[in-house]
Nanobody, 115 residues
Framework: QVQVVESGGDLVQPGGSLRLSCEVS????????MYWYRRAPGKQRELVAG???????TYADNVKGRFTISRDKAKNAGFLQMTNLKPDDTAIYYC?????????WGQGTQVTVSS
């Protein structure tokens, strides 16, 4: 059974940085597509970043140049490095793993950007 667990969310001041982690068990992350989504209060879920098995990355326009998605094959974990955080980045962040037709989600981790 595939399990996905996010961590690393926190309260941070504007301009600060955070690194979110996505720990995966039950499946080799290196051969799967991984995505980070977020849901802000009162808003729909939005795609933040994606990492394909061939290492091609995609980013939402509003995070390009500030966020970096990556994975560590040895740890079977994915990451979202976030810099220059803004209040609009406040949301619950979710990691999604796609294995064929199956989609696996974690429980989310809260990121709050506020002074």
């Amino acid at each position: 059974q595939v399990q996905v667990v996010e961590s690393g969310g926190d309260l941070v001041q504007p301009g600060g940085s955070l690194r979110l982690s996505c720990e995966v068990s039950g499946s080799a992350l290196s051969t799967k597509a991984m995505y980070w989504y977020r849901r802000a209060p009162g808003k729909q879920r939005e795609l933040v970043a994606g990492l394909a098995p061939d290492d091609i990355t995609t980013y939402a326009d509003n995070v390009k140049g500030r966020f970096t998605i990556s994975r560590d094959k040895a740890k079977n974990a994915g990451f979202l490095q976030m810099t220059n955080l803004k209040p609009d980045d406040t949301a619950i962040y979710y990691c999604q793993i796609i294995d064929g037709i199956r989609h696996y989600w974690g429980q989310g981790t809260q990121v709050t950007v506020s002074s």
